[in-house]
């Protein structure tokens, strides 16, 4: 596993076995943390970026989400969507989970972390393959490409 500190954010990345290295890990990591400072996530704080194959994800989709066959990718956070502020993208067009003060104020440490530990936002888990095959076929991302 590889982390990679980028202003408020430590980002580790775990690649399973056989997974193609099509992005350098430095520039997913400086994507992942674009896209935390883009969602108002609260940091500092890390996140888990994990690269895999379909048959993981498939594993995943069964036990987590209840469907059968892979999926691009399945996210697992830790926080509540009220940790984060109102952004583009977000379900619901609000943003905050009903949580009395606002997204800010429902963010908060629910234990005493050890000195120097940073709050796990949660983990992404993402097939490579899948990601391969739809950028080949021109789906994924916003712009397609």
Avoid: C, K, Y
Wanted: charged share 20%.
């Amino acid at each position: 596993m590889a982390a990679h500190r980028i202003a408020a954010w430590r980002i580790d990345i775990e690649r399973r076995d056989g997974v193609p290295r099509v992005v350098a890990d430095a520039e997913l990591a400086r994507v992942t943390a674009r896209a935390l400072d883009a969602a108002g996530a609260p940091g500092p704080a890390s996140i888990g970026l994990v690269l895999t194959h379909d048959e993981e994800l498939a594993q995943l989709n069964v036990e987590h989400m209840g469907r059968r066959g892979p999926t691009d990718v399945l996210s697992f956070p830790l926080l509540p969507p009220g940790a984060f502020p109102p952004h583009p993208g977000q379900s619901g067009a609000s943003g905050a989970s009903g949580v009395p003060g606002g997204p800010a104020a429902s963010w908060a440490v629910p234990f005493a972390l050890p000195p120097g530990r940073r709050p796990h936002l949660g983990d992404i888990v993402v097939s490579v393959e899948r990601a391969i095959e739809q950028a080949e076929e021109g789906r994924g991302g916003h712009t397609g490409d």
